[in-house]
């Protein structure tokens, strides 16, 4: 079945660290996104990827970076700049046709700094 | 920048009534889309409806029907016989041009038996 795979479920990172998650999707979509999501606030973009080799910062990219090497995937890297990375993050995608049918989106990574 | 609210934090209601979410948005376009994601305790992002803004009926998936006011920039979300399944987290979403989703801060609906 066609869809968005994000790995690991879990994630926790030591202060300092880097850390990668990674959104793989095989439903030939050309966009992708990544969502940080924290209780009561919605999700919020962080970096959003149109075409191979090619991205936008989001509304909150500041301790992020990301990579599109491959039309199927698009990981995100947490690095030690972001000063509070505990959130839930969700990766999604949408294909380029004639109107917007929505995204589609992962199951989500839960990152904790311990 | 377009922005999504959504004034309901919380809403609670009993098994087989009908609920309504509210949403309202902000934009300068004429042509936009709207959806309602419905988020469960599994956390998976699950569209719900969605709403093209130059068409002027309203969208209808079963038991969950919108009304959609583009001049009042008002997208409500109406669930008719709701069950215990419906009980998750509603966000409300807007994208225009630039392709980018933006959320409302999300309504977490609770359907008691």
């Known amino acids: 079945d066609g869809g968005i795979t994000q790995s690991p479920k879990y994630l926790f990172r030591k202060e300092g660290q880097n850390v990668t998650l990674s959104c793989e999707q095989n439903?030939?979509?050309?966009?992708m996104y990544w969502y940080r999501q924290d209780p009561g606030q919605g999700l919020r973009l962080i970096y959003y990827?149109?075409?191979?080799?090619?991205?936008q910062k989001g509304d909150i990219a500041e301790g992020y970076s990301v990579s599109r090497e491959k039309k199927e995937s698009f990981p995100l890297t947490v690095t030690s700049a972001q000063k509070n990375p505990t959130a839930f993050y969700l990766c999604?995608?949408?294909?380029?046709?004639?109107?917007?049918?929505?995204?589609?989106f992962g199951s989500g990574t839960r990152l904790t700094v311990v | 920048a377009q922005t999504v609210t959504q004034s309901q934090p919380e809403m609670s209601v009993q098994e087989a009534e009908t609920v309504t979410l509210s949403c309202t948005y902000d934009?300068?376009?004429?042509?936009?889309?709207l959806f309602w994601y419905k988020q469960p305790p599994s956390r998976q992002m699950i569209l719900v409806i969605r709403?093209?803004?130059?068409?002027?009926q309203n969208a209808t998936e079963n038991r969950f029907s919108v009304n959609f006011q583009k001049a009042a920039k008002s997208f409500s979300l109406k669930i008719s016989d709701s069950q215990l399944g419906d009980t998750a987290m509603y966000f409300c979403?807007?994208?225009?041009?630039?392709?980018?989703?933006?959320f409302g801060q999300g309504t977490r609906l609770t359907i008691n038996p």
């Open positions: 709403q093209e803004a130059y068409k002027q």
């Open positions: 439903l030939n979509h050309d966009a």
């Open positions: 990827s149109q075409i191979v080799n090619d991205f």
């Open positions: 979403a807007f994208v225009e041009g630039a392709q980018k989703l933006v």
């Open positions: 934009t300068s376009e004429s042509n936009y889309y």
């Open positions: 999604a995608s949408r294909p380029f046709v004639r109107g917007n049918y929505g995204y589609t």
